[in-house]
């Protein structure tokens, strides 16, 4: 984390460019790996004391300041001073509508690894700033960090991607494999239904074959029977009308007595 140093000694030491100033220590800026980029913490002191906190944030291709403050609008231009130098650039609210992001010029990169102190006017009761001793290194160091974990996230969603192709492939594959199969089966249940209703045909003919066989012979057995009986009913008839036209003879042998 950067220490701070007071607004009341940087401004002695802006305003009595003669005097020597003590130099200040290069410190070690504390760089935190994130998803996709990293980040440095700024402590930003006011004349009370207070503390505003503040976030450099780079992915190894942008460098940003990232704060909280009430009520940001969409979008501003918003300025900086390093060194009492002016530097606007433009601000965008983040998803979090208290969160903002100030995207920094590469003029105002170069400055601030360059400058000494940081301070911004606007972003409490009071005017802030901060120390950018170690900037130069700091700044180089938080853009590798975010491009190596930009990278690492690029092949994260590569190898996710991957991932999710190969799964859509394989799930595209097994819809392919059964509805060929459900196919192959509706195939073979319906090559099973014609086949019985074939064989059910085939059977109902049959069934219908052999009743009309019957009832052939039956109805040539039920006109036999009705000729029979009506021959046998005219015999009757005729032996009724003439009995000694239809007595029997009588067989050879008995007319030899006589």
């Not at 190894?60 to 909280?68: K, N, W």
């Not at 009520?71 to 609210?93: C, G, H, V, Y």
């Not at 219908?208 to 109805?219: G, I």
Request: proline share 6%; aromatic share 4%; glycine share 4%.
């Amino acid at each position: 984390m950067i220490k701070v140093i007071p607004l009341s000694a940087v401004a002695a030491l802006l305003a009595a460019p003669s005097l020597a100033a003590p130099a200040l220590p290069a410190a070690a800026w504390l760089i935190s790996p994130g998803e996709g980029a990293c980040r440095t913490d700024l402590e930003l002191a006011g004349r009370s004391g207070a503390i505003t906190p503040v976030q450099l944030v780079s992915d190894g291709e942008r460098l940003a300041l990232r704060f909280s403050k009430e009520s940001l609008p969409e979008q501003a231009f918003l300025a900086l001073r390093i060194d009492q130098k002016r530097f606007s650039n433009l601000m965008t609210r983040t998803a979090d509508p208290a969160v903002g992001e100030i995207a920094l010029s590469p003029e105002t990169e170069a400055a601030l690894r360059k400058g000494a102190v940081l301070d911004i006017a606007w972003l409490g009761l009071e005017p802030v700033g901060a120390s950018l001793a170690g900037s130069e290194q700091g700044v180089a160091d938080l853009r590798t960090c975010g491009a190596q974990a930009a990278q690492r996230l690029h092949i994260a969603r590569e190898t996710q991607a991957a991932e999710a192709r190969r799964q859509a492939e394989e799930s595209h594959r097994k819809a392919l494999a059964d509805a060929e199969l459900q196919a192959a089966r509706a195939q073979a249940e319906a090559a099973e239904l014609e086949a019985r209703r074939v064989a059910q045909e085939a059977e109902d003919r049959r069934a219908a074959e052999d009743a009309r066989r019957q009832q052939a012979a039956y109805e040539a057995q039920r006109q036999a029977f009705e000729a029979a009986e009506r021959r046998r009913s005219w015999i009757e008839a005729q032996e009724a009308l003439e009995p000694d036209a239809y007595r029997p003879a009588p067989p050879p042998w008995a007319w030899r007595r006589y």
